[in-house]
Structures are given as C-alpha cells and as structure tokens.
C-alpha cells in the first residue's frame, strides 16, 4: 500500500516538470512577424497646398421655357451630342398662336388707318402751301395722323411680344455640347424657371476646388497646380485660371478654377474628384503652427470616441499613441 503511493507521488512530480517544460518551450518560441507599412507625416512648412477638388465642364446650362405648357416633344437624350441652335423641345404654343392671329389683325387695322391718315396729312400740308386751308384744320389733320401712327407703333409691339413668346415654346441649344440630364419626358408640365435638360460643353472641363481661408492668401492668379484624379491615378500640371474673391456662400472656403488641358482630358468625365496641390513658395506667417505635421486619414485608428495612430518605437514595434486631430486639408489630417 505504501508502494503505491510513493508511486503516485512520482507520477505526479513527472507530470508537473513535464507541463512546465512545455510552458517554457511555448513561451520562448518568438512570435511570427507581421509586415506592416510605414507612412511618413509631412510638415506644414512644405511649400505646396493640398486640397480636394471636383471637374466639372468649363459651361454647362439648364434648358428651361417661361412659359407654362405641356411638353409635345424632346428631341434629345442624355447623351447626345447637340449643336447650337439645335431644336431640342416643343411646347404646347396654342393659346399663343390665337394671340398672335388677333395681333396681326390688329396691326393690320392700325397700319390701313396710318396710311389714310398719311394721305390726308400730305393732301393737307400741300393745301396750306397754296393757302388753300386753314391753319386749324392742318390742326386737326396733324392730330389724326399723329395719333394713328401711335396706334400703329402699339400693334407693332404687341406683335413683336407674341412672336418672342412664341419662341418660347421652341427651345434650341444656346451652343455645341452634350445632353448630361434628362429632367422631364413628353407630356410633363414645363413651368418657368424649372430645367428640362442640362448641357455641358463637350470636351472643355475644369477642376473647381477649395481652399481654406487661412491658405487663399497664398494662391496667385495664373499660378501652376498639379491634378490628380482618384479614379485614374494620373496626375498633371495645370495653372489656375480663376480664384473667388469670396467665401459668403461657400462657409469660408474660396473657390479655385483650374484648367484642364486638352490633351489630359482623356478619360475624364465631369463630376470626378481630384486632390490639387497648389505650390507656394511664401514662408508661413509668424502666428501659423509651423511645427504641425500631417498624417494620412487612412492611418487615424478611431475606438470610440478617442483616435490614434501607430507609431515606431524603438524597438521596431507597432506601439499606439492616442492624439488629437486638428483641421483637414484634402486627405490629409493635421
């Protein structure tokens, strides 16, 4: 009995180093690597602005009628090419053509009674000449041919209004571009003011960005900007060609314009977003934080309401810092 139990014993001494010498060995195995990539911050004091932009065509307009109707006919769809002048819709012009028949009834009433007046006025001005006439009635004469000429002149503009509100219902291209929108289909009830096509000029694009206020003051007329659009990855040199002189309406951002060239518009369609970067060469002012650096967005670890980002030890590890952001300037954080 005693022998059994001193065997037990054993057993259980064995068992325990053999555990711990697997604890060991697990423990000092090292861990598999992971591959991680590095993103160097930039500092503010770099002599180039970054910001986020969209392209957009160099003229673009709504076709739309001031006259109120219901549409016969759209001779155009999203994705035509039209030409100036092209007839693109058709407005019911009814009640408009019964006005224009009455005016030219009108014109023609006023325009018989200015050429018998005409004729009475010539007929009686010879008359005084030969003293044939009175002064009084030259009067009275003057006074009907007068008056019959203001009647003419008011049914000659009458008609010219019908016939512009005519034109109305016709509605052509105002230039050569291309049907990007389609608002309202035959049958639909055109209003004034409310758009039935959109069309953008084919081919002549621009990048419309925005550059904060603190920045604006170093961006020039004329200037040269590098674009990169997102969805091709390709990037060019430009310049600017416009600058807003205010921010009223776009919460304190200024709208920059910046030419596309021709032969860079190839795969860019209007609508794409872009990152700009506008190069300045003028130092920062005295009150701006010089010592600000920018990361990525992509980098910025958001848990719960705290954000971070990984940054290197000394120890070559991945160590997290927690920190607090500051203003956006394109995809870039500071």
């Known amino acids: 009995m005693i022998r059994f139990f001193i065997m037990a014993g054993l057993l259980l001494i064995v068992v325990a180093c053999s555990s711990e010498t697997k604890e060991t060995s697990s423990d000092s195995q090292?861990?598999?690597?992971?591959?991680?990539?590095?993103?160097?911050?930039?500092?503010?004091?770099?002599?180039?602005?970054?910001?986020?932009?969209q392209t957009e065509a160099v003229q673009s307009v709504n076709i739309s009628t001031k006259l109120?109707?219901?549409?016969?006919?759209?001779?155009?769809?999203?994705?035509?090419?039209?030409?100036?002048?092209?007839?693109?819709v058709s407005v019911n012009n009814q009640d408009i053509r019964i006005k224009k028949a009455q005016t030219e009834?009108?014109?023609a009433e006023a325009e018989a009674a200015f050429r018998s007046a005409e004729k009475d006025f010539n007929r009686y001005t010879n008359l005084v000449k030969q003293e044939s006439a009175t002064a009084k009635e030259?009067?009275?004469?003057?006074?009907?041919?007068?008056s019959a000429k203001s009647r003419l002149e008011v049914a000659k503009q009458m008609r010219n209004e019908v016939d512009v509100m005519l034109g109305y219902s016709s509605l052509r291209a105002p230039f050569s571009g291309l049907v990007t929108q389609k608002m309202m289909d035959e049958g639909s009830m055109a209003t004034p003011g409310m758009p039935i096509l959109t069309i953008e000029q084919a081919g002549v694009l621009q990048v419309s960005a925005a550059v904060p206020e603190s920045e604006i003051s170093q961006v020039r007329l004329n200037g040269p900007a590098t674009v990169i659009v997102k969805a091709t990855g390709s990037s060019f040199a430009s310049q600017i060609n416009q600058i807003s002189p205010s921010s009223a309406n776009t919460g304190?951002?200024?709208?920059?314009?910046?030419?596309?060239?021709?032969?860079?518009?190839?795969?860019?369609?209007?609508?794409?977003?872009?990152?700009?970067?506008?190069?300045?060469?003028?130092?920062?002012?005295?009150?701006?934080?010089?010592?600000?650096v920018r990361i990525p967005t992509s980098a910025i670890i958001h848990k719960d309401q705290l954000t971070g980002i990984y940054t290197l030890s000394s120890a070559n590890t991945a160590l997290l810092r927690w920190v607090r952001l500051g203003k956006t300037f394109g995809m870039m954080w500071k």
């Open 30 to 53: 090292p861990q598999k690597p992971i591959v991680v990539s590095i993103s160097k911050p930039t500092q503010t004091s770099s002599s180039g602005i970054r910001v986020s932009g």
């Open 68 to 88: 109120m109707g219901v549409i016969t006919r759209v001779y155009a769809k999203v994705g035509d090419h039209v030409s100036k002048g092209q007839l693109l």
């Open 105 to 107: 009834a009108m014109y």
């Open 138 to 146: 030259m009067d009275n004469i003057t006074l009907q041919y007068n």
């Open 252 to 292: 304190g951002q200024y709208l920059v314009k910046i030419s596309i060239p021709a032969n860079r518009s190839k795969g860019v369609y209007a609508g794409m977003y872009v990152n700009v970067v506008l190069p300045t060469t003028k130092a920062a002012s005295a009150g701006s934080d010089t010592k600000s």
